[in-house]
T-cell receptor
């Protein structure tokens, strides 16, 4: 169990550019979540995958955001035409809902700065 | 809608003294409750959870939490704080009726343990 990994750890981009983040969940986990965390706040839910199916999207996820999880393995989160308000920490989490194991395990996050 | 309140932005405690971090929640139906800790520039680390059963749950690093259904609270406690416990603590709730499992987080409480 190597934990959840995210790449890159930091991304600085200019407003209007597109960015893509990658998340590799714990290998046997079937559920994958994306959250966004801004300074001084707790993480906010963005979207959820069960295997390769994207089953829920938050209203925070505007049309500029898209997420995929091909083959139910790693996931990508793309932001098109970035805006300064997109600056945040983007967190990925995975879980395996078996028995009473409902906790989500988080990656280190990708910190996005839009200039 | 579900929500979590952490009424204290910061808790200061001397090393060796008891530590309490407060959390109250609002959710439809029975809750699943979680505590996470976040160190600077890191993802969230799972500490403990309440799913069902005994109201006092024990977790990692000597932390425990007490579920109180009548007061809708889930306070985090540690009998003797360490300087290394200084970090940002998040309470999170999930409704049993939410099959997708997304977490609703509080705004976080900064814990400062002084030597």
């Amino acid at each position: 169990d190597t934990g959840v990994s995210q790449d890159p750890r930091h991304k600085i981009t200019k407003r209007g550019q597109n960015v893509t983040f990658r998340c590799d969940p714990i290998s046997e986990h079937n559920r994958l979540y994306w959250y966004r965390q801004t300074l001084g706040q707790g993480p906010e839910f963005l979207t959820y995958f069960q295997n390769e199916a994207q089953l829920e999207k938050s209203r925070l996820l505007s049309d500029r955001f898209s997420a995929e999880r091909p083959k139910g393995s790693f996931s990508t989160l793309e932001i098109q035409r970035t805006e300064q308000g997109d600056s945040a920490m983007y967190l990925c989490a995975s879980s395996l809902e078996v028995g009473a194991t409902y906790e989500q395990y988080f990656g280190p996050g990708t910190r996005l700065t839009v200039t | 809608a579900q929500s979590v309140a952490q009424p204290e932005d910061q808790v200061n405690v001397a090393e060796g003294n008891p530590l309490t971090v407060k959390c109250t929640y609002s959710v439809s139906g029975n809750p699943y409750l979680f505590w996470y800790v976040q160190y600077p520039n890191r993802g969230l680390q799972f500490l403990l959870k309440y799913i069902t059963g005994d109201n006092l749950v024990k977790g990692s690093y000597g932390f425990e939490a007490e579920f109180n259904k009548s007061q809708t609270s889930f306070h985090l406690k540690k009998p003797s704080a360490l300087v290394s416990d200084s970090a940002l603590y998040f309470c999170a709730v999930r409704s049993l009726t939410d099959s997708w499992g997304k977490l609703q987080f509080g705004a976080g409480t900064q814990v400062v343990v002084t030597p």
